[in-house]
């Protein structure tokens, strides 16, 4: 019981939440084995956080699974505001599946629009503009299930050819769609085939064909595809974006 005058004092929880990933390792890499040993399958990965006074070895394990029906229509991704437990039950209830590489619930387009949270987590309105000006949408996230660490991964070689997951959306939403994208270099094309490891719905989109590989031009390359989707009818924009993305 709080004696009175005084407020209570908010948890912050293990300190470890708040210090920032300094290195991730899967099982299997040097500094795993004995969480391997300890958990098992269960093991998803080991990470070293660390804030200007100590280093955690934090694991993160599966503690539940189970199966989930593939949902028809389009797939969007739902980001919901950091602490709307509401909103996330929701979500959730609808059928809503969280992706944790892109921090976001995976739903479809008339789900998200049926609980009115496909403009900023409110009930969307559109306002008349007499001029409106070009909506460019925006990259949220992405995954590599190749490659987990694809932003500092770097080839043994000159060969390179992978598919990226992408969030793309507009950028005053929290909905975004999943396509997907093909990263190669020529070598990489002429020495693979591009249909090995394909998602399942993808193949038509032209692949981003890079000269020379860094992580640094294939963001730049896929923020070149989404200034040339840019348009003033969000309608004409998804036309657009079909053209470079799967």
Request: aromatic content about 6%; proline content about 7%; hydrophobic content about 35%.
């Amino acid at each position: 019981m709080v004696p009175t005058g005084e407020q209570p004092q908010a948890s912050r929880g293990c300190p470890a939440t708040h210090a920032g990933v300094r290195k991730r390792m899967n099982p299997g890499d040097n500094g795993t084995k004995r969480y391997q040993d300890e958990y098992g399958d269960a093991l998803v990965c080991v990470r070293y956080r660390q804030d200007e006074e100590t280093r955690y070895t934090t694991v993160e394990l599966v503690v539940d699974c189970k199966a989930v029906k593939a949902v028809p229509g389009e797939v969007v991704l739902l980001r919901v505001p950091a602490g709307d437990q509401q909103l996330g039950q929701q979500v959730e209830a609808a059928g809503g599946v969280w992706n944790p590489a892109l921090a976001a619930w995976q739903l479809t387009r008339e789900t998200a629009e049926s609980l009115g949270v496909t403009a900023g987590g409110a009930p969307h309105a559109r306002e008349a503009q007499a001029d409106p000006a070009p909506i460019t949408p925006k990259l949220r996230g992405w995954r590599c299930a190749e490659i987990p660490d694809v932003e500092r991964w770097a080839p043994a070689g000159e060969a390179v050819l992978y598919w990226l997951a992408l969030g793309i959306g507009k950028p005053d939403e929290q909905c975004s769609t999943l396509y997907y994208l093909c990263v190669a270099t020529r070598a990489g094309l002429d020495s693979h085939d591009s249909l090995k490891n394909r998602p399942g719905r993808a193949g038509r989109a032209p692949p981003l064909l890079l000269q020379r590989y860094s992580w640094e031009a294939v963001v730049k390359g896929i923020q070149e595809r989404l200034d040339a989707s840019a348009d003033t009818d969000w309608t004409r924009v998804r036309g657009k974006l079909r053209r470079y993305f799967d």
